[in-house]
Structures are given as structure tokens and as C-alpha cells.
């Protein structure tokens, strides 16, 4: 293989890597984030950002197809709020019974997940 | 802004195609709003956010149906036993179509519509296959003693299972957006 297209490809790969890890917390991130208040798509990317102290950076291209998915599985609520006249009603979203549930379970499997990891990683000094 | 805003949704509006007017005109207005909101654009791809949205909400019913009855009438020309009737019938063809049909329905729809829509094909193949050889002696007063090799049965019984299975499969294959 071609040296920059074997480079090319290293890239590609990681970056996928990134995504797919991004994919799995990003549920949870969600579920978390709404589980705090209800919000709406747009103050959405710049809370998480905020909450996580940058740590979850999402674009609108993540957080719909996400938010989508988890209103099909019936884990959140959509409500249309009409607050500033003139302009378009926001799509406020809220966590359903099964949302707090799936977000009980998920936080159980998450936490000594994370812990495990940040043990492996040196407790965090390890650059 | 707002004619940039709009020719964003446009490209929205492209990658959402064949989803319900409903969900698009919601999902626009849903960028509106977050538009609005931060007074800037949304980042990234227009037509890659649509697409992502167009495998979360899945095609609408009226596409779904309109794939599957088109389907019928492509399985039924592509049986080869049709140039009893019509010699030199291009059914080879028809068959290629039929698969191309399914595919775009696994494509747009997902595993469930590549699988009906591979049904709706399959089916009229088999049907025919089985009217064509009940009406083989009727057929032979007309034609000249028309003749299907075991061969071409096979081949028949064959592809009309596959379709069903190749558009399940296809569709099952469409990634999940990021």
C-alpha cells in the first residue's frame, strides 16, 4: 500500500474508533443531560458542552439522529413550546419512566466501567 | 441568514427523501428553531444530517407500499415462462430490474421493506410457476410444444427465494449515522 494512503486509511480508522465510542456514551450523556432539566435541540449542544466541561463536543449531525432514536425507543418525551411569537415552537424533550429506567441501568454499568478504565489508564497522571 | 438557513434545509430536505412531508417539515422546523435560538447555522453536512434523520424516522408508508406493488408486476415479467406467450420476451432483464427494485428498497426502507419488497417479487414468480404448469398443456395447443427445462425451474425456484433474502440482508447492511 501506498505510504500516504496507508496513513490516509491509520486516520480513517481512528477516527471511527473515536465516533464509535462517542456513539456509546452519547446515549447516556442524553439521558443524563435531560435527566437534569428538559431541554431542546439547539441549547442541547452548547449544555452538554458546558456540563461536561467540554468533554462531550457534539455537532447537530450526532445529537438528532440520537435524539431520534431514543423518542423511537420511547425513553423520551417530546413537547412543542411556543415561547417567542413569530418564531418557530421548540421541541422540548423530557426523560419517560422508561427514559429514568434506562438511564438507571445504563449509569450502573457506566460508573465502574469508567472506573476500571481510569485505573487502567494510571489514574489519570498517565499522559 | 435565512437564505442560507433555507438552503440548508434544502439539502435536509434532499437527504429526507421519501420520508413523510409530516417528519421533514417537523424536523425543519425543529432546525429552525436552534437556528433561531444560537443565530447561527448548523454545522456539518445538510444532506448527511437528512439521510442520518431518514433512517431514524424510515421511509413513509406511501413509498413502502408503492415499492412493494411496483415489485409485483417486475417478478411477474421477469419469469422466464412468460416467452410461451411472448417469444423472445426480455424476462433476463425484468429479473435484473426486480433485483435493482429490491435493493433500492433495502436501501431507502431498511431490512423490512427489502424483505417485502423482495416478497412482492418472489411471489408472482411463484405463482406463475405454478399457473404456468397447470397451463402447459393448454400453452402446447397454441405453440409449438413449449418446453422448460428442469434447469430453468431450479433457476426460478432459486432466484425467487434470494430476492426476499437479498433485500433482508441489503438493508440490514446500512450503517447507523454518527
Known sequence: ?127 | MMSDLESYLKQVRKGMRFVSGFNKTSFCNELTAQAEYTGTLPSGDGKALGRAMRQVYGISIFFRILLIVTAFPLGLLSTPMIVAWFPGFPATLFLLLALLWVLLAAYYGGRWSGLFTGLAAAIPRLVALVGFTFALDFINQYFDSYQVSEGVLGAVVLTSIMLPIIGFLAGGRIRRPD
Open chain 1, 1 to 127: 500500500m501506498d505510504g500516504a494512503l496507508r496513513e490516509t486509511v491509520i486516520v480513517a480508522r481512528k477516527v471511527d474508533a473515536v465516533s464509535e465510542l462517542r456513539r456509546g456514551a452519547l446515549e447516556l450523556a442524553l439521558l443524563a443531560y435531560l435527566n437534569r432539566k428538559t431541554d431542546f435541540g439547539g441549547a442541547m449542544i452548547s449544555g452538554l458542552a458546558e456540563a461536561t466541561a467540554q468533554g462531550l463536543v457534539i455537532t447537530e449531525g450526532a445529537l438528532y439522529p440520537a435524539l431520534g432514536r431514543l423518542e423511537k425507543k420511547g425513553l423520551l418525551k417530546p413537547e412543542l413550546r411556543k415561547e417567542v411569537e413569530g418564531r418557530k415552537a421548540r421541541k422540548y424533550y423530557a426523560l419517560t419512566e422508561q427514559g429514568v429506567e434506562r438511564l438507571q441501568e445504563l449509569k450502573a454499568a457506566w460508573i465502574p466501567l469508567a472506573n476500571g478504565m481510569e485505573l487502567l489508564f494510571g489514574g489519570g497522571n498517565d499522559e
